[in-house]
């Protein structure tokens, strides 16, 4: 189980990402965390070792990782895993049937699609609301609820969720309230600090922010919990393999800095669309005609690099998404470079048609996940895509 130090948490967030959880190695101090490619450790005798006996259990790579994540979001423990739908699959771990979750709505396809057809199979239960309404949450809880998850912003439609209120309606119902918080990131946004009880990464995403590895994060506030989370960790075993941790680790140094060109390219972005008469709808929270625009400026310092369109129809989308040439057609979203994907057939397509219909992801969305290049190019490029719509 890894523990954030009160050293890493009195420094400042840029300070946080290059420092906290390095531990210059002890062999010939080395400033960079070495990866701990090893899946055992010698003991110097029966039962004596150095604190690792077994990979699985505790690797010094992977802890590093857990610590500067943990820190970054101002948590007390950090745990590590494969993917984020590894991190989901441990969090729900803690339930037992009969439990029930209530759930956001518009939260990531591969979300839904885990708890509806792995974990409803397994006896858990579910209601899924639009968490941008808190009375949603407060009316779907029962006596059995036990997590209540929210995204915000959403993926893909930007939709927010007020977090203190929302915290507030989980701390009443004696429910540990969880946060996604892979599209903000702890630069732009602390769900801990304002009532969060876990916070989960895909830390292939922005923490890592090349594309150049798959993995998952929980950060757990309640010592209770993250007994137990570390019992599930190590004892259902879906960790992450040393050289992903330092991937990973490598990117968090930098997450400040990006986090500042992201949301600088976001905002021309969005602000650009906002004016294109073949664009019909933007979906930005940092826009002033976003719906929940002062809530996202009280809960976010930044509004960073997803912007989502509606181009009206599949036709259209398709046309657009296959005409971009700086921003590549792929899933995945918060690398360095520019992304663009059509959430219906590409991140969502898992979410049942009618749901999806009912709350506005249509055939004509379209997502864009501002890279950090020179935002001239993003929009000449957006430009002459637009000009085939
Ligand atoms: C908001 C969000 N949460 C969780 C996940 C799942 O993470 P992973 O793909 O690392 O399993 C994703 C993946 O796209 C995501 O966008």
Known sequence: MTQVSGEDLDRRFATRAVHAGHIPDPLAGAVMTPIYQTSTYIQDALGRHKGYEYARTRNPTREALERNVAALEGGRHGFAFGSGLAALDALLKLLSAGDHVVCGENVYGGTHRQMTHIWA????????????????IADA???????????????????????????????RANALFVVDNTFATPFFQRPIELGADLVLHSTTKYLNGHSDMIGGL?????DEVAARVGFIQNAAGAVPGPFDCWLCLRGTKTLALRMRQHDANGRRIAQWLDQHPRVQRVYYPGLPSHPQHDLACRQMTGFGGMVSIELGTLERAKRFVESTRVFALAESLGGVESLVGHPASMTHASIP?????????TDGLVRLSAGIEDVEDLIADLDQALQGV
């Open 121 to 136: 199979r397994h006896g858990l239960r579910f209601t899924f609301v639009d968490t941008a309404d808190v009375q949603r």
């Open 141 to 171: 809880v029962t006596p059995a609820t036990r997590i209540v998850y929210v995204e915000t912003p959403t993926n893909p439609l930007m939709r927010l969720c007020d977090l203190p209120a929302a915290g507030e309606i989980a701390r």
């Open 218 to 222: 929980l950060v757990v506030q309640p």
């Open 353 to 361: 048609v009618e749901m999806r219909q009912a709350m506005g992801l």
